[in-house]
């Protein structure tokens, strides 16, 4: 799994490589093999030995695509999903070359949570053109070319479906 602390470069990713039983594992933490013993786990928390240090991690709260917890005394943003603003956009048609697609379809369902531009704007590649909320996570949907803003087919407080055209950039 591919995560990111907010405020930190780089991304992580960790895996579990072994099962040892009785709780007890080999997890791959960025190519670096490390044990890990789970103490107790419940729907607050973990508190587990990792390498021969004790840690202790409270779940604050988690969606889709972050989870707010507390490691050792110290608040932390765990982003889930680092890479899905890219992911959005490339399948909204910024993936393709410049000018080939007219309409902005929306890659995810969700509910529309605020449109940031207007009919007869003009828009760049890559700027915020609506904000999608779709399972308890808000997605920012990204103009896939230069142009101006021919029309827009949401409205704010509405949804879409996957594909649902939600602008057209001309």
């Known amino acids: 799994m591919e995560c990111k602390i907010e405020d930190i470069e780089g991304i992580f990713n960790g895996e579990i490589v072994e099962n040892l039983g009785n709780n007890d594992y080999v997890i791959k933490l960025n190519d670096i093999e490390q044990n890990l013993k789970i103490l107790n786990m419940d729907s607050r928390g973990i508190e587990f030995i990792l390498d021969q240090k004790y840690q ?19 608040p932390i943003t765990l982003n889930l999903r680092a890479n899905l603003d890219e992911i959005v956009y490339k399948n909204t048609g910024g993936g393709g070359p410049e000018g080939s697609e007219i309409a902005l379809k929306s890659q995810i369902p969700g509910k529309v949570v605020s449109i940031a531009v ?23 949907v990204k103009a896939h070319k230069d142009g101006k803003i021919k029309s827009i087919k949401i409205k704010e407080g509405g949804t879409v479906a996957k594909n649902d055209v939600i602008a057209e950039v001309e």
């Open 56 to 74: 202790k991690v409270k779940y604050l709260e988690s969606g889709t695509s972050k989870m707010n917890l507390i490691v050792n005394g110290i």
């Open 118 to 140: 207007q009919e007869g704007a003009s828009i760049k590649k890559g700027e915020a053109v609506c904000v999608l909320e779709s399972m308890k996570m808000q997605v920012t």
